[in-house]
T-cell receptor, first 115, second 114 residues
Framework: KNQVEQSPQSLIILEGKNCTLQ??????????LRWYKQDTGRGPVSLTI?????NTKSNGRYTATLDADTKQSSLHITASQLSDSASYIC??????????????FGTGTRLKVLA | DGGITQSPKYLFRKEGQNVTLSCEQN?????MYWYRQDPGQGLRLIYY???????QKGDIAEGYSVSREKKESFPLTVTSAQKNPTAFYLC?????????????FGAGTRLSVL
């Protein structure tokens, strides 16, 4: 069964600190890995998207890494801000054997940044 | 929310009632999707449409129905057959399905049962 597992489930950090969120997946075949930010009661917003050949992708203070060999990805947030408080969702996608393109969503990491 | 509008923001359903959630996009995207989000679970795909007048069942289509008569619109009906409809419903669209196309999400509709 294709799985996307994220850790930790929740995280609390102080403003200005860095943090790293983890995503392990068993989805196969694999095409892309995406990180989304979801504010409470809102829809997810794309942060980064990487193919299997890309090792790192940055978007401002957000840097995603991907190791396709170990099937692990991480999202590093630098100099956290209060507005970073949100859920961060890892999504792995690829073509299934039936010819459909599937998105497998992780359960997310809920980040709380305190002043 | 990237040009995708979901309405209403909150919706209440009575027992045995069908309700319809609206999703409109002005991004000229071909593909549209409906997801359900429950606490502690990842988003699960209900239905998706790759082109007008065509749609496919996702992983949890039972108790739901959709239509795609216009490119901009992809309404979702939660029927009385859906016994546990309380959830946060998200609509998304992308240029096409597959590859590096980014999915843009609406702000969601929270459905509760009275």
């Amino acid at each position: 069964k294709n799985q996307v597992e994220q850790s930790p489930q929740s995280l609390i950090i102080l403003e200005g600190k860095n943090c790293t969120l983890q995503c392990n997946y068993t989805v196969s075949p694999f095409s892309n890995l995406r990180w989304y930010k979801q504010d409470t009661g809102r829809g997810p917003v794309s942060l980064t998207i990487m193919t299997f050949s890309e090792n790192t992708k940055s978007n401002g203070r957000y840097t995603a890494t991907l190791d396709a060999d170990t099937k692990q990805s991480s999202l590093h947030i630098t100099a956290s801000q209060l507005s970073d408080s949100a859920s961060y969702i890892c999504v792995v996608s690829g073509w299934s054997t039936s010819g459909t393109y599937k998105y497998i969503f992780g359960t997310g990491t809920r980040l709380k940044v305190l002043a | 929310d990237g040009g995708i509008t979901q309405s209403p923001k909150y919706l209440f359903r009575k027992e045995g009632q069908n309700v319809t959630l609206s999703c409109e996009q002005n991004l000229n995207h071909d593909a549209m999707y409906w997801y359900r989000q429950d606490p502690g679970q990842g988003l699960r795909l209900i239905y998706y449409s790759q082109i007008v007048n065509d749609f496919q069942k996702g992983d949890i289509a039972e108790g739901y129905s959709v239509s795609r008569e216009k490119k901009e619109s992809f309404p979702l009906t939660v029927t009385s057959a859906q016994k546990n409809p309380t959830a946060f419903y998200l609509c998304a669209s992308s240029m096409s399905s597959g590859s590096k196309n980014i999915q843009y999400f609406g702000a969601g509709t929270r459905l509760s049962v009275l």
